[in-house]
């Protein structure tokens, strides 16, 4: 899927989470319940390889994966964790079949506690049921990484202790990395210079 694909893509899933609420008022109790009833409804109305080719991908000439959690939580829940684990280990193994180490880059923006708490068997079991995972990740990249992140570690800590030395994190800088990333600026400034 092309950049232009995928950011088309989004839209419509973003529109799709938009008319969820507007037929279903945001309630302010209760809120992870609804948000789990918005994501089977978007679930069930998209393509899930679409939509997990969205979220997340390999960035083209590198041992990179790059995971959006933002895309994700329109849809991720615990009925398509067993489809997204195996779509995101078939990234890991195709890497892994070209590079001898990987890197996985993850935009972490909104996420919170109550995410972490909603999504934390989905996490662990990443991590618990793919050894690969720990011994050939070389690096893991946090964009946009919420001030909580010593207690989301906390909770999560069981899983990911071995990680934790392999991570960087970024902060207010994390548009401009991510554009580093994917070679964004170097493109724009090809295209103003033809």
């Known amino acids: 899927m092309d950049p232009a694909e995928r950011e088309y893509y989004h839209k419509q899933i973003v529109e799709a989470k938009n008319k969820f609420y507007d037929n279903n008022i945001k309630k302010t109790v209760f809120k992870n319940k609804q948000k789990l009833e918005c994501t089977q409804k978007v679930s069930q109305d998209f393509d899930i390889k679409k939509m997990m080719e969205c979220t997340v991908f ?15 939580k329109l849809y991720g829940n615990e009925s398509n964790q067993p489809i997204l684990y195996r779509y995101f280990k078939g990234l ?21 506690i ?12 990443s991590f618990d049921d793919n050894t690969l995972f720990t011994e050939k990740l070389s690096r893991l990249v946090i964009y946009n990484t919420p001030s909580i992140i010593d207690q989301i570690t906390t909770i999560l800590y069981a899983t990911v202790k071995d990680v934790v030395p392999k991570t960087v994190y970024y902060y207010k800088e994390s ?9 964004i600026r170097q493109q724009q400034q090809q295209n103003t210079t033809k």
């Open 58 to 72: 390999i960035v083209p000439n590198k041992n990179v994966i790059y995971y959006n959690y933002l895309i994700f």
């Open 92 to 112: 890991v193994e195709t890497l892994l079949s070209q590079y001898e180490t990987f890197e996985v880059h993850v935009n972490l923006k909104s996420f919170s």
């Open 175 to 183: 548009e401009a990395k991510i554009d580093e990333l994917f070679d």
């Open 114 to 125: 109550s995410a972490c708490r909603r999504y934390y068997s989905m996490i662990t079991s």
